[in-house]
Each structure stands twice: as C-alpha cells, then as structure tokens.
DNA sequence: TTGTAAGCGTTATCAA
DNA sequence: TTGATAACGCTTACAA
C-alpha cells in the first residue's frame, strides 16, 4: 500500500484537510472532538506526514546543510557530532556533503542544497575567499568554519591558532627549550599558515635573538617522521619541536625514540589539536575542543535563521594548553608557574 | 531578492516552465535555439533548481537518511566517510540523524524522514529487533546495520564476530597461551555478545578442556584497567586476553605495562576492532573495515532503490587478524605458519 | 469551528 | 517542438 496521506486521513475522519492539518499541528481552533477524531484516524492509517512537502509549503525545511573537506578521522566525527547534537536539540537535520578537496564540487554541492536546507555550515580551510563567496547562494544563510579569512559579510567562526602556538613556544621556552623547530602543515592551509605565524611571534617574542627553524610539513606523520630524521642527521642543537599538528607531533615523537633520543630530557616536543593519541602518547599540545566548534556553529546558524541578531560576526575559539609527558621537564610547572 | 524560481526563467527566456525543465534537465524534445535561451535565463539569474520542490513532483529525494547511535570517535567517522563516499558516488545526500542511546528517538527521526529521502541507513546494535521492526516506516525501503538480529524481511550487513573471536583465540592458543581471558562488553550489545560466544566456541575448540574465563565488561577502557587490576591480584595463571574491543584491550595493556607485566611474554593481549590507536600501540586485533561496511550498506541500498533485486539479504563482513606486538612472541610467526 | 481553494516550485501528461 | 495544466502533499488565508 501506499503511504497514507492527509487526504486519507480526512477521508477517514470526515473531516477537510485543513482540519486535519490544524488538529494534528496542534492549533488551537479545532474542537477537540474533532481533533480526536482525526488523530484517531492518523494512527489508524499510520500516517506520517510528508516532510518534503511539508517544507515546500512553509518553505522550511528543518534541515541545515554541513559541507566539509575530506577530514582526516578524529577531527570529522568530533565536528559532526557536536553539530548533531545542537542540531538535534534544536529541532534540525543535517544534510550531509563531504567535498573532495580538488575539483570544483563547492558550488555543485551547495547549489544542490538549495531548497532542501534552510541554512548551511561550510568548511573549506583551502577554497579562496572569492571562490567560495562566488559558490555561496546568496540567498542561503551560511556559517563559515576555518575559511581562510574572515569573509567580512559571513559570519565564522574559527581557531585561535595563533595564540595556541604562542602559549606553546611560551611553554616550551619556560621548561628551558631555545632552539625550537615548528614542523609547518600545508602552505595552502589556513590554520597551518596561522600556525606558523604563531610561531614566529613567539618566537621572537619569548626566545629573542634565537633564530627560528622551519621544517615543511601536511599534517601527516610521515612529515613528522622525515622531520625527525632531518634532526637525527643533524641536530643542529634543537631541543624543541613545536609541530603545526599532533599527527606529525607523534611521528617525530616515535621517530626520536626508537633513534634513543630521551624525550623530554633532549628534546622537548608539542602538537596542536589533542587527537585522543595524544593522551596516551603523553603528547603536550593545543587542545582544540572541535564538538564544540561544531556546537557552536550550528547553534549560532540556528539562531540567526530564527530571527536573533548575532552580536559577534567572526568568533575564534581559543586553544587550551595541555602539558604532558613530551614537555614535562623536571621543573616545568614551577617554572611555568614563575610566568614564564 | 529572493530566489529565482522556474517561472521567473521561463518568463525572461519568454518561453513556458515546461520548456524551461525541459531544457534544462536535458530532454532532447526541445530545440537547440530554445535550449540556448533557457540557459541564458538561468543563468543570468542564477537560478537553482529547489530540490524540494524537485523531489515532490518526483517523488524521489535523492538522499538516503542516516540513523547512529551515538558512537565512538573513529567508529561514527569511519562509517559515515564510507557512506557519504558511496553515496556521493551514486549522487546521494545523506541525512544524518543520531538517536542518542536510550528514549524512544528512535522512531520519532525515523518518522520524521518520511517525505525526504528515499531509503534508511539504520544501525541500532542495541535496539530489540520488534522495536525496530515496528518503527521502520514499512513503506520506506531500509538497511540494517549492526542489528540485533537479522530481521528475515529486511536486508542487513553485520560484522562476523564470531569468525573474528575464533580467529583472535585460535593465535593466542597458537603463540601458547593456554588460560585466556575474555573481557566482554555489554550484554545488551550485539557485537558483544557474539564476540563471546565465539570466544567459548574457540576456546571448546582451540583449547579443550580448559575453562573460559570471563571478565565483565562495557566497551570502555576503565573496564580494561579494572580486569589488568583483577588480575594483578589474583593472575589465575592466566597467560592470554582477549578483549571484546581494543578500548578495553588497550586500558589493559596499559596497566598491566604499568605493574611491570611483560606484554606479550608474561600476557598476550588481543583486540577487536582496530582502531587507529591499535597501531601505535602495536595491538593484535581483529580488525574491521568500517567504511567499507558504510560504502556496502550504501551501495546495497541504491542498488535496491534503483531497481536491482539483490541476491544476498543478510551479509556478513569478515575482519582480519592484524597479528602486532602484543601477542608477537618469539616463535609466533612459525607456529602461525604451521596452522596453529 | 470548519471547509474551500490558492499557493509552495517542480515535473509530466496531453493537446495543439 | 511547444504550452496549459494537473499533479506531488502540505499549510493557510478567506469564507462560511
């Protein structure tokens, strides 16, 4: 049989549709014989309505539209969970659309969002602005998350990177750490440009006179691995790393001990972004608490399709230093707590 | 301004909306002339076809919706990246929708689907089968993943368990353990409950004669840390673990290393699922390809919405032992080779 | 309090 | 090859 529609239901409950409509969406101008009637007549028949119709005639379709890059594990399902979870308190699906980094399949996945979400989350730390502003619909109210900068019209909301880098090297420089290698991410990626920049401050900042080192990386941990050799060859007197993510962190990490390096003692290390690994690696780094990101972002897309005015346009989230086992020097936390 | 719509196009390329769809989706009754001026319409002012609108006239949505249990990290990533791999492949959406472990979500996200996707992705390890079978909207065409029990009428795809436990035990016997200890997860959990039962099929097997040995448990690494403490205290001669999941496993591992057990000399320790932490911390495990049991389920489930009968209803995926260090005794890989 | 009917933005049928 | 027009399943004026 086929699914049972209003029109069944009114039929059954002798009724108009309109009435049906009304006693089921709960309005309060129905009489209640009426109303039970008809709901009777709904469970009878199984009915469920028709969301797409629905939709079509409310033009809102309770959905919001997430495109996101191909991520790599952690940092995924973290982000869509905290998006799923505020979406669901608030009554929203998620229509999901993973990008491939290449290609143009920006623009064919938003404009195939059109009319079946009523607003969308965007992720695209390597599309250009005026690309992605171009793929945009206009019409389509849209949160960017980690652009690569702040489109000013667009509200976003994005990592503090560089101020999670500066509390690294600060740390790193505090447990007596001076020539500190920043093992860099991809040149085309937004956080690892940030990252890097961090560095460089800090750099100059908390260890001044001291010449900065940059080994490139992609965030993979091979690259943290080729890094590691890199410093097995030659020293160079490095007695710090900073890496632009925990994943090339942790390749250099294991690449150093099985060549016998003493970590902490000969080299300190930190990572960015606090991967569940690096807990049990005992990796210091950046935690960045991505559910909360993607909490963040939906609830403020939520409010504004319900009409609240946004008082902060571009929101960054603010990194927290977890100190481990890889920087916990024998005299760090007293070190640490002298300011420095 | 809003939107454009069909009409607005059809107006300016001054011919009617059927041209206009016509046109635009390709049909070859429409001359090339006319085809050309519709373009440029549209074009010229951006429009973009409303999928909802779209979807009702077709009655086909395009989407597939997506109903989790709130799972673990990589679990929740891994199925969802397989799924929305295929999925886009086949020029699919997917509609997520996590129903959170207890209440009664389940049926009202799946209730709420009806009217915008055509097929359902459900996986609900913990949700008695006429539960399920009861809120499944029977019109709606579904894919069961994980289910409790293969519900006859509805196509599924389950992990072999069983095949994965015999395998785990069949190695441990083969490295020489004899006393080996399941850590098991909870009751109510599918997965668990046939990774024991193949433990104890194994064990009658591999091992006849000597006594199963279980240790309760809940998926959780607590639940590992606390069988290393039992048997810190009380050994029982037991020389072999296999834990129901690496979580588990790893929490063992982990503090069985900390009292200055020796892994795998003293005690071997295997896992299920591998989990990209197994890795690192050299864990034998069974593992288990999730996204690739997502792309299947997705696959299966286009295939069915697109007409293709199938063949097989309920399908089983097979995980592999990924013998790593935890179990690597000496002689491990001769004894392997030769069968046992 | 109820019913009739006009939309919402498409596609598809049927004539022309 | 084209254009009117009736669906698709719902909500919501407007009338009664």
Redesign the interface.
């Known amino acids: ?3 049972a529609t209003i029109r069944d239901v009114a039929r059954r409950a002798k009724v108009s549709v309109a009435s049906v409509s009304r006693a089921l969406n709960g309005l309060n101008n129905v009489r209640q014989a009426t109303r039970d009637r008809v709901i009777a007549a709904a469970n009878e028949l ?1 009915y ?9 005639s409310l033009s809102r ?1 309770n ?1 919001l539209g997430v495109v996101l890059p191909d ?1 790599h ?2 940092f ?3 982000l ?2 905290g998006m ?2 505020e979406a ?1 308190r608030r009554g929203y ?6 990008m491939h980094a290449e290609g143009d399949q920006a623009p064919t996945a938003l ?6 979400v009523d607003g969308i989350l965007v992720m695209a730390p390597h599309v250009p602005p005026e690309m992605l502003e171009q793929a945009l ?3 389509l109210p849209a949160l960017l998350i980690n652009a690569p900068v702040e489109v000013p019209t667009r509200p976003s909301i994005r990592i503090d990177n560089e101020a999670g880098a500066q509390a690294a090297i600060r740390h790193l420089v505090g447990i007596g750490c001076r020539r500190i290698l920043h093992i860099a991410g991809p040149e085309e990626n937004i956080d690892a440009r940030e990252r890097a920049e961090g560095y460089f401050k800090a750099m100059a900042r908390y260890a001044p006179g001291i010449e900065p080192l940059l080994f490139p990386g992609n965030f993979e941990e091979e690259a943290g691995e080729a890094a590691a050799r890199d410093m097995l060859s030659d020293r160079r007197g490095v007695d710090g790393v900073f890496a632009a993510n925990d994943m090339m962190a ?1 390749g250099c990490l ?1 690449t150093l001990r099985a060549a016998g390096v003493q970590v902490p003692d000969e080299v300190a290390i930190a990572g960015f972004d606090d991967v ?2 690096a807990r ?2 005992s990796l210091t780094t950046c935690r960045v608490r991505i559910a909360e990101i993607g909490e963040r972002a939906v609830a403020r897309l939520v409010d504004r399709l319900e009409g609240k005015i946004e008082r902060v346009l571009n929101e960054r989230h603010q990194p927290e230093l977890v100190v481990r086992g890889t920087t916990a020097g024998a005299n760090s936390d007293e070190m640490a707590e002298h300011g420095l």
């Open positions: 049989m086929a699914e199984g469920v309505p028709h969301a797409g119709a629905r939709s079509l379709a959905a991520l594990g952690e995924f399902s973290e869509v969970r799923d979870r669901s699906f998620l229509l999901l659309s993973n404009r195939a969002m059109h009319g079946r619909p206009s019409t942790i294991q569940p690994m049990y690696l």
